[in-house]
């Protein structure tokens, strides 16, 4: 079945599953489905192809009505499937609704079963039946407002174009496409189906897009299988050799021999397709011209119908078996599963005949490895005869020129001019083919759609974050590919290889999770050179030995102030009754182990290791808490509330780090002043953190509720 764009309805869909089965099975392009509340509705649209950029696509009407927003050779298309209900009422609430999903600046395309017939004065069973129809009067008001063409009755006015017929003699056209007023050129024809009693509408629309060229000729390598392909070939080898003494050389030989081989290899293939299409081609022109006598009026025995379907839907489906059960042996052989029809091929291949030795020049037969020898030898010496003998070629010449006449060897060896070269050169049209001197308009815009599939592809697996060989093999597995074939037929223009190279590079060198190796500065030629002149003072073994770094670490004293034992600066840190966010708060502090400037700097993890207050002096812990002068102003504040405690009381460093000097009060009021001073800390913290996060101008403000034993929380 030919076609680029195939819109489905009643297709049964119960749920997502069915949803998913047939998006599976569909594998030659994108499909978008609907499912409806009924188990007969279900509507879906199929793309042939991976050309198709789908930009958008609605359910309007669930089960009933689909739109897809798609980009096709740089021309955006809004397609519309409609499957109207049976009932009036209801069909015209469906009708009504379509204006919603037909307002759009794209091409528009309409199409579905409508189930109405807009002829009304054409005849047919549905034709004046049951009165008015409102339903009808609301779709042609629809296909006027929007400007679309009814695809069939355009292309063929005086024809009925019967869609739809029953057994009973019933016919009516409810099937319909229409398109917007400005597609022109299109064509349109029934073809019958087998699988519904409704015919399939084809309508065939010009696109002024790119076109695709050609490419290279390939060999079918499925015809190296058939045995009918093996004895023709034969046949045909065997004639070739006997013309290789018409020709100078074995390579002129070889090069006429390789397109006669070409021509075979077309011609057996076309046959053979003609060969396999034979049946349904038969049938399928039998169902057309049945249709066209019940489109007549004329008599039609109904049981040679029925017979031409049933014959014509057993072609088809033991073509579908056969292509099914062809996929399958390609996943097997592919996947290399270990079945038992894997090992079973493997034995096939294993026992199929092989070259077993090759004959030498002296007669003898070379086996084994010597094969090789003997081959090497052979293409050695074919390959030897390309180059030219100077002696032969002044004779090749001296006849040619016995044989031109004397004005056409004088234009052979006069100078090309200038206007010969300017007018040889000159660019191709945009319905030409690519040339060496200048390519058409189409080759840029096919390299355009390329360049934009590649940006999708690259965009895709960059968030795989591979490294930097996973990203190699995806540019050699995925954008050869694309590229490859594309570049045989058109070349690149120079705008888009530059915009490819610049994909390609990002795509490369834009990954985190490898380091790219750096050369070394002038002064230092190599890594080793730098370790000999600068040795380091730890050897590998000492800085390796991990028991040796932790007996050297516990040995280590800890600092702490005025060679204070550590034991009497935890337990003065750790009383208090402040929640467990403030007393971390405070022992870090007193460690020194708080995310700083200073401390980020130094670890790489911050630009500038400077107080973000702008002070100008590097932001350490002790900076923060006591060195800056915004901490001065704040401990001047914090002061003058607390000497309403103790009138005597004076702050320093220490005190506020490590509660040294606090003990000269009552211990319950030492206790409620060190919690004081945590929630200070918290607020002068916090305020810090807020300062780096979002640079406010901000100041700390800090409220004091004086309580004997009781707790308070610092984020509320």
Known sequence: M?????????????????????????????????????????????????????????????????????????????????????????????????????????????????????????????????????????????????????????VHPGDVGYTWRNSRGKASRLDYIFVGGGICGMKCVLLPSWASDHDMLQVSLPTDGPKWGSGFWRLNTLLLEADAFKAAFTSLYRSVRTMKSM??????????AKCRFAIFCRRFAATARRRDRAGVTKWTSSLSYLHGCLNRGE???????????????????????????????????????????????????????????????????????????????????????????PVVEA????????????????????????????????????????????????????????????????GVWTRRQLSLTGRVVVVRSVLMPLLIHLAYVFPVPARTKLALTRLVFRFLWGGRYEYVTREPSPVYRSVMRFLRQCPSPVTREEATDHRALYARLASRQVVTPSGVPAGVVWSRVSGGGAPGAVRDLQWRCALGRLPVREILHRHGCAASPLCPRGCGAPETVSHVFWDCPFAGEFWTLVLG??????????LSRDGVVYRRGLGLLPSVTSGVLWDVLGYAKWALWDDRVSVVGESPDAVARVLLVPQEGGRADPDG
Request: proline share 2%; with cysteine.
């Open 247 to 256: 020709y100078v050389s074995v390579v002129e030989w070889w090069e006429a």
């Open 641 to 650: 509330l607390l000497r309403r405690v103790g009138p005597g009381l004076v």
């Open 299 to 389: 008599y039609v025995d109904w049981a040679l119908y029925e017979g031409a379907k049933e014959r014509l839907r057993g072609l088809l489906e033991a073509r579908a078996k056969a292509l099914a059960f062809q996929a399958r042996l390609r996943e097997l052989e592919e996947g290399e599963k270990p079945s038992a029809y894997f090992f079973q091929a493997a034995r096939a291949r294993r026992s199929a005949p092989a070259f077993v030795g090759l004959k030498r020049a002296d007669g003898t037969v070379a086996e084994g490895s010597a094969m090789l020898a003997v081959a090497e030898a052979y293409y050695a010496e074919l390959f030897s005869r390309r180059a030219c003998d």
């Open 395 to 458: 004779a090749l010449l001296d006849c040619v020129s016995a044989r031109l006449e004397s004005e056409e060897a004088q234009s052979m060896e006069a100078d090309v001019s200038l206007e010969e070269v300017r007018r040889r050169c000159c660019p191709y049209g945009t319905a030409g083919r690519p040339g060496t001197m200048g390519a058409c308009d189409s080759a840029a815009l096919n390299w355009e759609a390329r360049l934009n599939l590649v940006r999708t592809r690259l």
């Open 2 to 154: 030919q076609g680029d764009v195939f819109l489905l309805q009643e297709v049964h869909l119960r749920d997502e599953e069915d949803v998913s089965a047939f998006t599976r099975e569909w594998v030659w392009g994108p499909s978008e489905w609907s499912v409806g509340g009924v188990h007969s509705d279900g509507v879906g649209i199929l793309f042939r192809g991976f050309s198709f950029v789908i930009d958008e696509v609605v359910g309007f009407i669930t089960g009933r009505v689909i739109f897809v927003d798609f980009t096709f050779m740089s021309v955006k298309y809004r397609i519309v499937n409609v499957y109207a209900p049976a009932q009036g009422g209801r069909r015209l609430e469906v009708f009504r609704e379509l204006p919603g999903c037909l307002s759009t600046s794209r091409s528009l395309i309409l199409g579905g079963d409508f189930n109405v017939s807009l002829d009304g004065g054409r005849g047919g069973a549905w034709a004046g039946e049951g009165g008015m129809d409102y339903s009808v009067m609301a779709l042609e008001g629809v296909v006027g407002d929007f400007s679309l063409a009814d695809a069939f009755r355009t």
